[in-house]
């Protein structure tokens, strides 16, 4: 359905105004325009992002559809201002073929929120042990591009070897979950003074460390591309600053809440704040909010972990790990990197859309607002703060660390493929829309 949007006097990430007319799914003119029949958003004092871009989404369908789906999952990301997600592939079952790639990228289609772009195991089952089909995945229609065991990490180094040498055939990425298995046998938070102070046993910083290490010279080795998955150590920042100093074809990302949250909100048992890799010391935050500012991490992504309300409301050892964080990311990166200075927005346009875009090779994303541009657009207010609660969440499940917390910044509008999917900071039942039409 074509939709026609003029937005009046946006503010682009350069800090100019102007209008935006959003025709047959593009950038259709900028500069002062009027245009009969067209949906007029005044967006004065608004800033236009090109669509935000998560390379690090669990939507959970299939198996786990209790806690998300891939329609409210989308939903959650819109609210977010996201216009594309790539969906990891620890499902049940496992997206280790072609036939489950593509089932979860036509539910993607379906719901018709975002671009859904699956990404590929590495192994098969998740196991580490053999190679999932890998080309079968890259030759369906899901073009799979990204591989990823994200959960598990692919800890045997022949395994991970021939996986980089088969992927680099195709310029795809793969993203590794660095955890040293071994190292990291029944942890439960960061190894410090918090874990011993709660008698919880420590997953140390160089369990991450160790295997980032590895990777980057196993990428040096085959001139293939490695992706470091949610970044959480200062050691780690400094091992990726010495890869890049190397030329390795390396980049990484960093999640919001190790941007924002420590492990001494763990003090409470609230297993909310139970994630892996897990929330990490002030000196751990301080770096890592440097690498972004200074590009040794290229990315922000939200590993946005649903969970089902059981799931977390039990005793710590006991919790899963994980929590939710597409309809938060824009508001934690504007306070933890905008606030301080660290990041202007033009740079908060490059490591939450241009570079996940084109690390992921999402087509028709992260392209910057101008005429001829695909309209995939956010529209954010920035001057505005609130207390964050379950009415911001737009996905099934409620484990956001952000609940209660103040936050600023809303996500006024939406717009994927020039249809909109948030209006006034409400997703649009785009059913409804369709059938009003």
């Not at 503010?11 to 067209?38: K, Q």
């Not at 050892?317 to 927005?345: F, I, K, R, Y």
């Not at 033009?346 to 101008?370: F, Q």
Request: glycine share 10%.
């Amino acid at each position: 359905m074509s939709e026609l949007h003029l937005l009046k006097g946006v503010t682009l990430s350069d800090g100019s105004r102007t209008d935006v007319l959003l025709r047959d799914g593009v950038v259709a003119e900028t500069g002062a325009v009027s245009a009969a029949g067209a949906r007029v958003t005044d967006a004065d004092g608004l800033l236009a992002l090109p669509g935000l871009v998560d390379l690090h989404t669990h939507l959970r369908e299939p198996g786990g559809e209790g806690a998300e789906t891939v329609l409210t999952g989308s939903r959650a990301a819109a609210a977010g201002g996201f216009t594309a997600v790539n969906a990891m592939a620890n499902t049940s079952p496992v997206a280790d073929t072609a036939s489950v790639v593509e089932q979860v990228q036509a539910l993607g289609e379906a719901a018709g929120y975002v671009t859904v772009r699956p990404i590929g195991a590495v192994s098969k089952g998740l196991a580490g042990e053999h190679l999932a089909d890998i080309g079968g995945m890259a030759r369906s229609r899901a073009r799979v591009r990204v591989f990823s065991d994200d959960g598990m990490c692919v800890a045997d180094a022949l395994l991970m070897r021939r996986a980089l040498e088969y992927i680099k055939t195709f310029d795809g990425v793969l993203a590794q979950h660095a955890q040293e298995p071994r190292l990291t046998i029944g942890a439960q938070l960061n190894e410090g003074p918090v874990s011993a102070e709660l008698g919880l046993a420590g997953w140390p910083a160089v369990a991450e460390e160790a295997i980032i290490a590895r990777d980057v010279l196993l990428a040096g080795h085959t001139g293939a591309r490695l992706h470091v998955c949610h970044v959480s150590t200062a050691g780690s920042v400094e091992v990726l600053r010495w890869a890049k100093s190397r030329g390795f074809r390396v980049t990484a990302e960093v999640t919001p809440h190790h941007l924002l949250l420590t492990d001494r909100l763990a003090e409470g048992y609230d297993a909310r704040y139970k994630v892996n890799p897990p929330l990490r010391s002030d000196e751990d935050v301080a770096a890592v909010r440097a690498g972004l500012a200074d590009g040794t991490i290229d990315i922000v992504a939200t590993d946005h972990a649903p969970h089902g309300a059981d799931a977390k409301r039990c005793e710590w050892n006991d919790a899963a790990n994980g929590m939710v964080g597409l309809e938060s990311a824009l508001s934690v990166v504007q306070e933890t990197m905008v606030e301080t200075g660290m990041l202007g927005w033009k740079d908060v346009e490059r490591v939450l859309s241009v570079a996940p875009a084109r690390i992921g090779d999402v087509a028709g994303h992260g392209v910057p607002i101008a005429v001829g541009a695909p309209a995939e657009i956010t529209l954010y207010d920035p001057s505005t703060r609130h207390d964050f609660d379950v009415d911001d969440l737009a996905g099934k499940s409620r484990n956001s660390p952000y609940l209660g917390r103040s936050l600023p910044g809303t996500v006024v509008a939406t717009f994927h493929s020039g249809r909109q999917t948030v209006r006034d900071g409400a997703v649009v039942d785009l059913e409804v829309e369709v059938q009003g039409a």
